[in-house]
């Protein structure tokens, strides 16, 4: 299709939608490319053994980990919303987000705890830079009351670039750890960081019209006193939280985390009530939304670390013959080996692990050929100890003969499943909301939100079949299962996400925008952090399907208390006119 402009309001037009979200759609696709490739390797990275390049973490400390950077990743947007509103403006916050995010990524290529926690910081500055404001920029593309009632395509069309980066990151990542390593994989997620910044700058003049700085209106707080009663408060409360004796929520980190939140929490709280009534209305329509949304981004963003772990010990990944030939010449078949150790008993698999141990922390390392042959040392160490973990419970007669090799699928690549569902039903979704629409029978945006929560909810009791398939998780169950699980659960998340996104740029007040996109990214946090607690369960719960029968009904609750709302949520709608 030619590119056109659309006579009637001046806006380049481009396949339907205003020429910016293009180069948005670009820009959000290689942010996602980094971002979830270094989620999709965050948890495996941490709990390999610091030998073979990796963390050396705990189950515990990891998911302890996982979810607090979730949590702060999401948490920080409220701070850059809020700057890009009244002091940087969009475009220039979105490329100090992309730069900072680049060389935090780049530093998680060295293997050092220094580094690996700063990078984790940078990461998650980033972010709150330059998430809430490219949401609140492709709003703004739609502010013309011709485009209105295509926003919320707008928002799947975008949302569908964000899956295409997170779909190709993960065979990325396969890749490079396999071939080079867990620095190379960090390191390509820094260069797809740096290619979104670079096509963002590309598409300036189709976005900088909608680059605008609300001027304080009479009665708005100033920023240094919204600054002074959040972020000071937040992080004193956290360090309160972190040093309370006991762990209320699991650990210092969590109780820190969420004890932190609530001076935020408490000034959106103070916003709603304090604002005049219309807005007032539509702020707390906006925050009751964000409450239910907690929980299924609780359930949803176990897929970095609850269903990695799945994914990893308890999915029977072998490739078939066919295709781990052709892996195998790209360098993408992941290798699980069968010797003396792998089945042996645990006692004599121990000593003897620590035994070879012993052996490489006697190897000299003087020299360069020292030091790689003590690295492929430890590394065989590191390769027996996944392969009796991965025969551990295969069935008898999957398990090859004593010095052959499986060929396995990478567990990373089983990131890239709900992405891909994401790219295939996005059209499907959108004509389905496009068909009832020239119907007039669209639902309205709270509501697809409501069916959102109970597909989510589904997701969980596949899992629950799940286990069942394992017969008590003595064996391995199919792919297949993750599969549907992650194929309920984008739908669920196509109902949802992309329509808090939407719901936030037609109800927020025009003049704090991008602030009330931080509280959506809060929610997000909050939600985040508890997936990290959720799937620390893991672990510590003896019945499994009892994990995923807890997500359900943590996700069922949300859905009848957002049912129970939907008439008022929509009264809403209609008074601001965005129904």
């Known amino acids: ?25 670009g820009t959000e696709m290689w942010e996602r490319f980094g971002y979830y490739l270094m989620l ?19 189950d515990g400390t990891k998911s302890d980990i996982y979810g607090t950077y979730l949590g702060l990743v999401y948490l920080t947007p409220f701070i850059g919303g809020l700057l890009a ?30 580094s690996f926690y700063i990078a984790l910081l940078l990461i998650i500055l980033g972010n709150g830079f330059f998430k809430p404001n490219i949401s609140t920029l492709v709003g703004s593309l739609y502010s013309e009351e011709s485009l209105k009632d295509k926003k919320d395509a707008g928002f799947n069309i975008f949302y569908m670039g964000i899956n295409i980066g997170a779909f190709i990151c993960n065979f990325v990542a396969a890749y490079m750890r396999i071939n080079y390593g867990w620095g190379a994989a960090f390191a390509a997620a820094g260069v797809g960081m740096l290619v979104g910044v670079i096509i963002f700058i590309l598409g300036n003049r189709h976005i900088k019209a909608y680059d605008v700085v609300k001027p304080l209106q009479d009665g708005d707080m100033s920023t240094g006193k919204i600054l002074g009663l959040t972020v000071l408060p937040m992080f004193l409360f956290g360090t309160i939280g972190y ?13 820190a985390f969420i004890i932190g939140c609530l001076p935020v929490i408490g000034f959106f709280i103070y916003l709603a009530f304090k604002s005049e009534a219309k807005e007032s209305r539509a702020i707390k329509a906006l925050l009751a939304v964000f409450t239910c949304v907690i929980l299924f981004f609780a359930i949803f963003h176990q897929n970095g670390d609850a269903l990695t772990i799945w994914a990893e010990d308890h999915t ?62 430890n590394m065989n160490i590191e390769l027996q100890k996944k392969s009796r ?79 069942f398939a394992t017969n008590n998780m003595d064996m391995k169950a199919s792919s297949m299962w993750l599969i549907a ?95």
């Open 243 to 255: 040093m309370l004796p006991g762990n209320f929520l699991g650990s210092d980190t969590n109780d």
């Open 85 to 114: 509103d009244r002091l940087l403006g969009y475009r220039r916050s979105i490329i100090l987000g992309g730069l900072m995010m680049a060389a935090g990524y780049f530093l998680l290529s060295l293997h050092s705890t220094t």
């Open 485 to 579: 699980s992650y194929g309920v659960i984008t739908i669920g998340e196509l109902c949802l996400s992309p329509m808090g996104l939407s719901l936030v740029s037609k109800l927020s007040p025009p003049r704090i925008t991008a602030l009330m996109m931080g509280g959506f990214f809060l929610a997000i946090s909050v939600g985040n952090k508890l997936s990290g607690m959720l799937s620390s369960l893991w672990e510590t719960t003896p019945q499994k399907e009892n994990f995923f029968y807890l997500n359900f009904g943590l996700v069922m609750a949300a859905a009848l208390i957002l049912l129970a709302m939907l008439r008022w949520l929509n009264r809403v709608m209609k008074e601001n006119n965005v129904l």
């Open 389 to 467: 973990m991965y025969f551990s419970n295969l069935e008898k007669d999957k398990i090859p003969a004593k010095g052959k090799d499986l060929k396995l699928y990478s567990t990373e690549l089983y990131q890239s499943i709900n992405p891909f569902w994401v790219v295939l039903l996005t059209p499907i979704m959108v004509g389905i909301w496009g068909f009832f629409r020239r119907r007039k029978r669209e639902p309205s945006t709270p509501t697809k939100i409501f069916i959102g929560l109970i597909i989510t909810a589904l997701s969980a009791l596949v899992m629950v079949g799940a286990v």
């Open 40 to 58: 999709g390797i965050f948890s495996l990275y941490m709990i390999d053994g610091w030998n073979n390049g990796g963390m050396g973490f705990s």
């Open 316 to 377: 029977d990944r072998e490739m078939s013959a066919g295709v781990a030939g052709v892996a195998d010449k790209v360098g993408m078949a992941q290798l699980v080996v069968n010797n003396d150790l792998v089945s042996s008993d645990d006692k004599s698999f121990n000593d003897s692990i620590g035994k070879l141990q012993k052996v490489a922390d006697a190897m000299p390392n003087s020299t360069k050929d020292e030091l790689e042959a003590k690295a492929s040392y």
């Open 1 to 25: 299709m030619e590119n056109k402009v659309d006579n009637s309001n001046k806006i380049e037009m481009k396949f339907g939608h205003p020429k910016g979200l293009w180069f948005m759609f």
